[in-house]
């Protein structure tokens, strides 16, 4: 059982959790992930490693509020446990001997984007960071991105708050800037990857995406999440998630995953009715 020792909602339908967890923090790096179960009897979910503090023995969780099982772990509050908490799995991201890099987050993607950021920064890399969301409302982790960024860009796709645009209108600026990035690295939804991609190859700029496909056991034993990446099989729990983006085949990951769409909306369907139960 692991203690969650701090909860905040960033926004309506984003939150962060700090979880005692000292043997994967111990080990975490930015890009790996772990796999949770709320209750015993909840599904197996792989989320991102936020962050991690090795000194507390914390890991550090942000999840949007979508589907039955991250709605099961919202109705955790600080002092509960969740039941099971594997990790650090997946490939480490490798920043190592980069001098200057942007990074790119959509989304709750940004969650991702962060860690990777930091460490790029603790590094001493020069770190430009692009991250996108629809609206005001929905930013999160500005301030952390602001810490460890050499230069920030913020987009919202209504002018709400930032810049008014998607992420690869400030990415391209900045590169006609006469910025020579050694990497770009993207993660957010399947088609702003897809589209950073189609930008940078333009400009030949090498690019690491993180994939998130559907995914079940995590060690690469069930093949869920399969992608075909330079025409070849991998799988993202062993192989990644991080991948070369121009390698990438996007259209058959977004076909994918929709597949299970409508299962996973009878499920999210059925969590609702049982939490109104519960607060009856």
Avoid: W
């Avoid at 099961?72 to 990790?87: A, K, M, P, S, Y």
């Avoid at 690869?168 to 897809?194: C, H, Q, R, S, W």
């Avoid at 690019?207 to 056991?217: E, K, L």
């Avoid at 993202?236 to 070369?244: K, L, N, R």
């Amino acid at each position: 059982m692991f203690k969650i020792v701090k909860k905040e909602h960033l926004n309506p339908t984003v939150a962060k959790m700090v979880v005692e967890a000292p043997l994967i923090a111990k080990k975490a790096e930015p890009g790996q992930f772990i796999i949770f179960r709320a209750k015993a009897d909840s599904e197996r979910i792989p989320l991102t490693v936020a962050d991690y503090d090795r000194e507390a023995g914390t890991v550090t969780i942000i999840y949007q509020i979508v589907g039955a099982g991250t709605m099961e772990l919202d109705t955790l509050q600080e002092g509960d446990c969740i039941h099971d908490f594997v990790g650090p799995l997946g490939t480490p991201s490798h920043v190592e001997g980069l001098k200057k890099v942007a990074v790119v987050g959509g989304g709750v993607g940004c969650a991702i984007a962060y860690p990777i950021a930091k460490k790029l920064h603790e590094l001493g890399a020069e770190v430009h960071a692009v991250v996108g969301f629809r609206n005001k409302d929905l930013v999160i982790l500005e301030d952390e991105f602001k810490a460890v960024s050499d230069k920030l860009c913020m987009m919202t796709d209504d002018g709400s708050y930032g810049e008014k645009g998607v992420v690869t209108n400030a990415l391209e600026k900045l590169i006609n800037e006469g910025n020579e990035y050694d990497e770009v690295i993207a993660i957010g939804p399947l088609i702003m990857m897809k589209f950073v991609c189609q930008l940078t190859k333009k400009y030949n700029i090498k690019t690491v995406v993180s994939m998130n496909p559907i995914m079940i056991d995590g060690t690469g034993m069930c093949g869920g999440c399969r992608l075909t990446v330079g025409g070849e099989t991998k799988f993202a729990c062993v192989d990644g998630p991080d991948f070369d983006g121009h390698l990438v085949d996007f259209d058959e990951a977004m076909h994918r995953g929709t597949m299970y769409k409508d299962f996973e909306l009878h499920a999210r369907e059925a969590e609702c009715n049982l939490l109104k139960k519960e607060v009856q």
